[in-house]
Nanobody
Framework: QVQLVESGGGLVQAGGSLRLSCAASGSIFSINLMGWYRRAPGMQRELVATISRAGSTNYADSVKDRFTISRDNVKNTVFLQMNSLKPEDTGVYYC??????????WGQGTQVTVSS
């Protein structure tokens, strides 16, 4: 079993910044892909950014040039630096990890609220 602990959400004014963290622990042999997804009020969960073990990144168009995903492979932790936040970035942010076995796990979610 794998446990994911997220932190860093909160309330911020438009234009501000937040940094999310997600630490994985438990029965981890090798984490392949790590990523962040979000669910805005009344919307489906959507991809925000992913990062491979080698460091290749992928971003949703809506967050490119504002958000940066990174990871620490030793600590099995993924980060999301969010700058120039907009009210439309409001939502619950979920961490996801995909193991080399193909199994995947979700975090419990952390609320991000951006006020205008």
């Amino acid at each position: 079993q794998v446990q994911l602990v997220e932190s860093g959400g909160g309330l911020v004014q438009a234009g501000g910044s937040l940094r999310l963290s997600c630490a994985a622990s438990g029965s981890i042999f090798s984490i392949n892909l790590m990523g962040w997804y979000r669910r805005a009020p009344g919307m489906q969960r959507e991809l925000v950014a992913t990062i491979s073990r080698a460091g290749s990144t992928n971003y949703a168009d809506s967050v490119k040039d504002r958000f940066t995903i990174s990871r620490d492979n030793v600590k099995n932790t993924v980060f999301l630096q969010m700058n120039s936040l907009k009210p439309e970035d409001t939502g619950v942010y979920y961490c996801k990890v995909v193991l080399s076995t193909g199994q995947f796990y979700w975090g419990q979610g952390t609320q991000v609220t951006v006020s205008s």
